[in-house]
């Protein structure tokens, strides 16, 4: 089989290996040098170096313009380049979802629309042209939610106290985003309702449209508070069958049918609110916590399910003794300028038997300018076991109680200092205490916000 890879993210967070054969497929990897280089030295393949400058669909319509080739399976795992794999799915003619299809897994107006036709719970919601119409305004109180249509990683994310305040800020140029207040990308943007509640995150696996597998956990804190400089942490809990469903129909709304799938949802009043879904999987070490836990490398039979192969009776069985795990993620973008320096409070954690993994920057690397939740990028990551979801979050929770992160000027001969990211952290005049600083756009997949 003749596969392209639209390669971006870097491959130790997919292993392409473990999930097709370099030697018995021709596979080409589409990139650019900064993607490419992440691939391992050895592997058996082609390397196609794009700049990057543009979108890859149409670096890759004239790539092909150029040297015509044909290709039986068009694949792209990151969140920022579905789309364009989509469309040039269907401008070659390869089988594989088209983008009538994969624009409902993000658009967020367009799949909170799919979701709520099919009988489920969204936040109320607006595009922000139709918000902004004198015969539009919003159809709710209270605090209101400002995104782009298709952003990842809290990016761009603003939360006011009111609709109005919301408006007035688009309308007078004053949100702090650059693109919008420049009146021109109005289109690219909705608001909603903020509801209140945990946010969970549902990852898995569908072949055909079955939920083959299925993951749930629960943040400690929120993405859009990571964006704003506090660390951001998941615990796995259990699941019902009802809630088993709610993702099924989910999945079905929004024709979400082969690969990975990450799913969120606030629970409100004990009720399952629909947030957002993506087709691909989660970030930070969601994979590494769902495989811990079930066996399954969610990226690998993902590669499997789109090449057309049966997933289902090549599941392995999950590991004895069910354990649960959880993921923990340190920011660094807030702090950019600054170099690490390391954490005050974290040597009890740093040797504690529930704590899998521990990565650390090392003292005097600068850190990073846009919000990434990439190992070696940001000041910590890792995962923690323990016996019970509540063992496993009180874990991270201590985590993040104790910790300090030591910085100084990138600037030679600067003191050190302690930052210690607080509640008000990124915080704007006129915003909720919960609103987003407009961040820089990062590269890397998140947990989506």
């Keep these: 089989m003749k596969i392209l890879v639209l390669h971006r993210v870097p491959y130790f967070k997919i292993e392409y290996h473990r999930g097709f054969s370099h030697d018995l497929h021709e596979v080409t990897y589409f ?23 543009r979108p890859v669909f ?15 399976r068009i694949i ?9 794999c989509a469309r040039l799915r269907e401008h070659l003619g390869v089988p594989g979802a088209l983008p009538a299809q994969v624009v409902l897994a993000r658009d967020k107006v367009l799949m909170k629309q799919a979701v709520e036709d099919a009988g489920l719970r969204v936040p109320r919601f607006l595009p922000l042209p139709r918000f902004l119409a004198p015969d539009g305004p919003a159809h709710w109180r209270g605090r209101t939610v400002l995104k782009p249509h298709r952003g990842a990683s809290s990016e761009d994310v603003l939360v006011f106290d009111t609709p109005a305040r919301a408006a007035a800020a688009v309308r007078e140029g004053r949100t702090g985003i650059a693109r919008l207040d420049a009146g021109n990308e109005w289109e690219d943007y909705q608001v909603e309702e903020f509801v209140s509640g945990p946010i969970r995150h549902f990852d898995g696996l569908v072949q055909g449209g079955e939920v083959l597998v299925l993951s749930a956990g629960e943040y400690v804190n929120t993405c859009l508070q990571y ?84 997933v289902a009776e090549t ?11 959880g993921w923990f993620v340190y920011p660094g973008h807030h702090l950019a300028g600054q170099e690490y320096r390391g954490l005050d409070g974290a040597a009890t954690f740093r040797g504690s038997p529930s704590a899998v993994a521990w990565n650390e920057l090392p003292s005097g690397a600068p850190l990073p300018g846009h919000i990434t939740y990439q190992t070696g990028e940001t000041v910590l990551t890792g995962i923690v076991t323990g016996d019970t979801p509540q063992a496993v979050r009180d874990w991270i929770t201590g985590l993040f ?6 910085t100084r000027p990138a600037a030679p001969a600067a003191s050190d200092r302690v930052l210690v990211p607080g509640p008000g952290a990124g915080e704007r005049p006129g915003l909720s205490p919960a609103a987003a600083t407009a961040a820089p756009r990062s590269p890397m997949n998140g947990p989506r916000p």
């Excluded at 650019?32 to 400058?53: K, M």
């Design 31 to 53: 990139g650019t040098d900064q993607a490419l280089e992440t691939l391992p030295p050895g592997l058996r393949c082609e390397r196609v170096s794009r700049p990057g400058t």
């Design 58 to 72: 149409e670096e890759a319509r004239e790539w092909l313009a150029h040297r015509p080739r044909d290709f039986d």
């Design 76 to 84: 792209s795992v990151s969140e920022y380049e579905l789309l364009d």
């Design 227 to 310: 964006a704003q400089g506090r660390p951001l942490g998941s615990f796995q809990i259990e699941f019902s069958d009802d809630t088993r469903a709610w993702v099924s129909r989910v999945l079905a709304a929004v024709r979400i049918e082969d690969g990975s799938f990450h799913l969120e949802a606030i629970v409100h009043e004990g009720e399952l609110v629909f947030l957002e879904v993506g087709n691909r999987v989660g970030g930070a070490d969601v994979v590494a916590t769902v495989e811990l836990a079930t066996g399954v490398h969610l990226p690998s039979y993902e590669l499997r399910a789109l090449l057309g192969e049966p």
């Design 315 to 325: 599941l392995p069985e999950p590991p004895a003794g069910r354990r649960r795990y």
């Design 401 to 406: 109680d104790s910790l300090s992160v030591r």
